[in-house]
C-alpha cells in the first residue's frame, strides 16, 4: 500500500522534521505537520483514483457498447471490423479486470472521504464546534489528536481490506460477508 512518503516533498515529511520531547507537539506543529500533510496526500490520492476509476469505467461502457454495432457491420467487404471488434473487446475484458485488481472506486471513496473527515475534524477543533465544544485548549487538542489518528489509521485498514477481501474471494469464488470488502 502506498504511504503519504511518496507524495510529499522530503522538508514536510516526518522523517526531516527534528525529533521532539515527549508531548511537547503543539495543536499548531500538529495540523501543520500531519492534518495538513495527510489530507493533501488523500485529496491527491482521492483525485487520481477517481480519474483512473472514470477513465476505465468509460472506455469499457464505450467499448461495450460499441462492440454489437460492429458485430451486425461486419460482412465480407467490411471483414477487417472483425478484428477491431476482437480487440475492442479484449480492451474492455481487461479493463473491467484491472478494476477488479485496483478497485479505483474504492480507493476514491475511501481517500475522499478520509480527506473531508480530517478537514471537518479541523474546522470543528478550530472553531470549537462538535465534540470539542465546551472543553479546555488541552483536552481539545488531545481529542483532536485521537480522532485524527483513528481516522488515518481506520481508512489504511479499509483500504487493506478492500485490496484483500475482495479480490481473495474473487479468486476462491466465495462472496464476502455483510461487512468485507465494504468502505467504512
Same mark, same amino acid.
Given at each position: 500500500?502506498?504511504?503519504?512518503? *511518496?507524495?510529499? %516533498? ?35 490520492? #482521492? ?52 478494476? /477488479? ?5 474504492? *480507493? ?7 480527506? *473531508? ?6 474546522? =470543528?477543533?478550530? /472553531? #470549537? ?10 483536552? #481539545? ?7 485524527? &489518528?483513528? #481516522?488515518? &489509521?481506520?481508512? =489504511?485498514? /479499509? ?8 479480490? &481473495? /474471494? ?5 462472496? %464476502?460477508? %455483510?461487512? &468485507?470488502? *465494504?468502505?467504512?
Amino acid at each position: 500500500m502506498d504511504t503519504p512518503k *511518496q507524495d510529499i %516533498p522530503k522538508s514536510k515529511h516526518w522523517t526531516h522534521l527534528p525529533l521532539r520531547e515527549f508531548g511537547s507537539m503543539n495543536p499548531h506543529e500538529y495540523v501543520d505537520e500531519r492534518i495538513n500533510q495527510f489530507r493533501e496526500w488523500y485529496d491527491k490520492k #482521492a483525485t487520481k483514483a477517481k480519474r483512473n476509476y472514470l477513465y476505465m469505467r468509460t472506455i469499457t461502457v464505450l467499448g461495450g457498447a460499441m462492440v454489437p454495432v460492429l458485430i451486425n457491420m461486419t460482412d465480407k467487404e467490411h471483414d477487417w471490423l472483425k478484428y477491431i471488434t476482437s480487440a475492442i473487446s479484449l480492451l474492455v475484458v481487461i479493463l473491467v479486470s484491472l478494476e /477488479s485488481v485496483f478497485h479505483y472506486r474504492e *480507493q476514491w471513496k475511501n481517500y475522499r472521504s478520509t480527506e *473531508q473527515l480530517l478537514a471537518r475534524e479541523y474546522f =470543528n477543533y478550530s /472553531s #470549537a464546534e462538535g465534540p470539542y465544544k465546551m472543553m479546555t485548549k488541552e483536552e #481539545a487538542f488531545l481529542l483532536l489528536v485521537d480522532r485524527t &489518528e483513528n #481516522a488515518i &489509521e481506520s481508512e =489504511n485498514a /479499509s483500504t487493506l481490506n478492500v485490496m484483500t477481501t475482495v479480490s &481473495e /474471494s474473487k479468486a476462491t469464488g466465495s462472496k %464476502p460477508g %455483510p461487512n &468485507e470488502g *465494504q468502505v467504512k
